[in-house]
């Protein structure tokens, strides 16, 4: 009798474990897939961070970029398919543990009977009418997740098509990379420099669309370019360091829609960046140090300078006020650049990211970003990276 009680027991454990099994993953899908928000799923991190582990021989700073570049952007895609077999098996284990505590038959059993309702194959006899209805649910969730995922690659396309038009269309004004010194200069060149205004409001919109979809289809952020030079965190950091050029260095009257573009630039980067808990300072003051020294400003300053672009005559204030604009966004862009590893770019991709403390730099490494040179010291920080 005590032995019948403690069967019984066991039974109703591992159903109860089985239960928290699924619905678990049922959460990471609905936080993955559904949830029109910004949502940190451990599930979902767990598998990025494992495929992420398994391209790092691929990926090796040593290798030849376009190499680099070609197993990165296999990355996002086999990371969702990956997470989709991960989701099945953990939906398979649990509901496994459930058909063995309704019909403790053997695992060999359940398993059956649990793949067979998961993939709807039918080959599984049913005995009674809870395992007839576990295996309805069962089929049911296989089903939903399988069509979450069929509607979530058009989603993330059709974000990822709108994403890209802008950042291929950005190569004609900004180069290949894109610079925004080299924005400037041909603006300058054109005799247009009063349309540089025409950006401003365009980006804005983008800005505000990156950070919505950034955030609720995180993956999109991993989609790379079609072209391997390209990548939407260096057309971002390009466009921000023109806009913020334009209102601290330029002789130019003052357009307030480049500072909205700022705005909407440093916010919508810090919102990817606390999504994949890249660490910056959220209230930096105008004069922390930032990636961009103070020479490398000059030297963008004498060739605009050489090239008969307007600028304000007092450089020390110029540098100044680029500097306060840049520092909002300085470590989110740079941060981020290096997570996705972005193809090399001026004043962005291509130099050190700042982390305010040890606890930042030990998240960042925890969570894949490991390969951030860090800058920690006051000397350091004032060097071109």
């Not at 038959?105 to 009977?113: M, P, R």
């Amino acid at each position: 009798m005590v032995r019948g009680g403690r069967v019984i027991v066991v039974r109703i454990l591992v159903a109860i474990l089985g239960v928290a099994l699924v619905l678990v993953t049922f959460r990471s899908v609905i936080r993955t897939f559904v949830l029109p928000r910004s949502a940190n799923d451990s599930l979902t991190r767990l598998v990025f961070l494992c495929v992420r582990v398994a391209l790092l021989p691929a990926t090796r700073p040593g290798r030849p970029f376009i190499a680099r570049d070609g197993a990165q952007a296999m990355y996002a895609p086999v990371a969702l398919l990956a997470l989709l077999v991960f989701w099945l098996t953990l939906v398979l284990t649990g509901y496994t543990a459930i058909f063995w505590a309704l019909a403790p038959d053997g695992w060999i059993t359940a398993f059956k009977g649990s793949g067979s309702a998961l993939f709807t194959l039918g080959f599984s006899s049913l005995n009674s009418l809870p395992e007839t209805v576990v295996a309805f649910s069962e089929a049911t969730v296989g089903l939903i997740l399988i069509a979450l995922l069929i509607a979530y690659l058009p989603t993330i396309y059709s974000a990822f098509s709108k994403r890209e038009s802008a950042v291929t269309m950005l190569e004609v004004r900004a180069g290949d990379p894109p610079s925004a010194i080299e924005m400037i200069l041909r603006y300058h060149r054109l005799g247009r420099m009063e349309k540089m205004g025409d950006l401003w409001p365009q980006w804005e919109v983008w800005f505000s669309e990156l950070e919505e979809t950034h955030t609720s289809l995180a993956a999109l952020a991993f989609f790379r370019s079609p072209k391997p030079t390209h990548s939407w965190i260096t057309a971002a950091g390009a466009v921000l360091d023109a806009a913020a050029l334009t209102v601290s260095t330029l002789e130019m009257p003052p357009n307030p829609e480049a500072h909205m573009t700022l705005r909407a630039g440093y916010l919508a980067l810090r919102s990817v960046a606390d999504l994949f808990q890249v660490p910056y300072n959220a209230d930096p003051k105008p004069g922390d140090a930032i990636s961009i020294a103070r020479a490398e400003f000059d030297e963008a300053y004498e060739t605009m300078e050489a090239a008969g672009v307007p600028l304000k005559p007092d450089r020390d204030q110029a540098w100044r006020d680029f500097a306060g604009w840049r520092v909002n966004y300085d470590i989110p862009l740079v941060g981020i650049a290096r997570l996705i590893v972005a193809p090399p770019a001026p004043w962005s991709s291509d130099r050190s990211v700042l982390l305010p403390t040890r606890k930042m730099r030990f998240t960042a490494r925890l969570f894949g970003a490991n390969r951030l040179p860090l800058v920690l010291d006051s000397e350091s920080r004032e060097r071109p990276a």
